[in-house]
């Protein structure tokens, strides 16, 4: 793929025209395939148990469950902790493998002299559940912060300088108006994304919302729509026939606390229902309305 890349990069910079390119990597994502050097680069043996890996679900809502026992089976096929480190080690290998990839895109923009004027963009579609919440992969039916929580990172060296990091919450649909504004093209006011580049130019000055709201709809067969607040150290998941869930992302990075019958949290979640129920109508999400409708009536 980066060789692929690299070549269109050299026609586009003899033509001389402004141009986009989107490179889409396959991994780090199942099955794990890297190959040398980058599948020795791990030791499985290294790999410490994961928090969660032996998480018996009890007080998880049943999407869990759902994932866990009818995607996978048999939930005992892999009851060992060495199964799982080796997976991880190929994971994380494939991981290595494509950030070398990358690496051999950026300097070739380096060496055709566009590294300056070109806006880099680097983010992924969705996070793996891989070996968390009682052994579970891929997407999973839920959206927990394994899944959810993806990496991002931005350059535009001729803009803004590097090396800037924000606590500032951003979603990969939020690539779309950065791209039209980088462009100089009029973000339309409907287009559900935000351009970054406030954030990118001026990370602590940036007038940018204080919440992030996100949609889920499970995996597979399974249809369980779900929508998702964060909100600097509280997560508020709201799912349609099914258990809410609230966690203090700050003291349970891992989920393992459900804080929705918490009385201590009252504040906090109707603050965070109230948003949702907000965002939903504001969107017109019709889907989200009968989640909508049941956080109003307290019954979600």
């Not at 890349?5 to 050299?10: D, L, Q």
């Not at 001729?158 to 090396?163: K, L, M, T």
């Not at 559900?192 to 204080?210: E, T």
């Amino acid at each position: 793929m980066a060789h692929l890349v690299i070549e269109k990069m050299r026609e586009f910079a003899k033509a001389g025209q402004p141009w986009s390119l989107v490179a889409s990597f396959w991994g780090p994502h199942h099955p794990y395939f890297p190959s040398e050097p980058y599948a020795a680069m791990v030791n499985p043996e290294s790999i410490p148990e994961y928090p969660t890996y032996r998480d018996d679900l009890e007080t998880k809502p049943f999407r869990y469950l759902l994932h866990r026992d009818m995607t996978f089976g048999d939930p005992t096929v892999w009851p060992d902790w060495s199964h799982w480190q080796t997976a991880l080690a190929r994971a994380y290998g494939q991981g290595y493998q494509t950030d070398a990839a990358v690496g051999t895109i950026l300097d070739a923009l380096d060496d055709l002299g566009l590294a300056d004027n070109t806006i880099v963009m680097w983010c992924s579609d969705h996070g793996d559940a891989i070996a968390s919440h009682g052994g579970v992969w891929d997407k999973a039916c839920t959206f927990a912060e394994e899944v959810g929580r993806i990496p991002m990172a931005i350059r535009w060296p001729e803009r803004f300088e590097g090396g800037k990091t924000t606590e500032d919450l951003v979603s990969n649909m939020d690539i779309t108006a950065t791209m039209l504004e980088a462009a100089g093209v009029i973000v339309p006011p409907s287009m559900h994304s935000r351009s970054m580049l406030p954030v990118c130019m001026d990370p602590d000055g940036a007038h940018w919302p204080r919440h992030l709201v996100c949609e889920h709809y499970g995996h597979t067969a399974d249809r369980i729509i779900q929508r998702i607040i964060v909100q600097g150290r509280y997560k508020y998941m709201a799912a349609l026939y099914d258990g809410d869930e609230l966690y203090d992302l700050e003291a349970d990075p891992f989920e393992t606390k459900n804080l929705i019958e918490s009385e201590e949290h009252t504040e906090v979640k109707t603050e965070l229902r109230m948003r949702l129920v907000e965002h939903i109508e504001t969107t017109k999400d019709p889907q989200g309305a009968k989640i909508a409708y049941a956080l109003i009536q307290g019954r979600s």
